[in-house]
Nanobody, 117 residues
């Protein structure tokens, strides 16, 4: 059973930074594409950033240059560094793990990010 545990969300002022963490004890990163998604109130869940098993990254256009996805294999953790945050970044952020062999998706419980003055 894959478990993903997010942390690091909170309230931050516009222009501020947060680092989200997604920790798992069961994933072998070489088998998975890791990603962050977000869902704002009244909106559909949207892709934010992906990190492939080979290390390539992809970002939502509106976060390019501000957000960075990375992983620490030794800590079994994936990060989302968010800088220059804007009110429109306010959402619940979810960690996702996609097994590239079984084509199975796993989700964390989400962490709230609120950008407000």
């Amino acid at each position: 059973q894959v478990q993903l545990v997010e942390s690091g969300g909170g309230l931050v002022q516009p222009g501020g930074s947060l680092r989200l963490s997604c920790t798992t004890s069961t994933i072998i990163f070489s088998y998975y594409t890791m990603a962050w998604y977000r869902q704002a109130p009244g909106k559909q869940r949207e892709f934010v950033a992906t990190l492939s098993s080979s290390g390539s990254t992809n970002y939502l256009d509106s976060v390019k240059g501000r957000f960075t996805i990375s992983r620490d294999n030794a800590k079994n953790t994936v990060y989302l560094q968010m800088n220059s945050l804007k009110p429109e970044d306010t959402a619940v952020y979810y960690c996702n793990a996609f097994n590239i062999y079984s084509k199975t998706d796993y989700w964390g419980q989400g962490t709230q990010v609120t950008v407000s003055s």
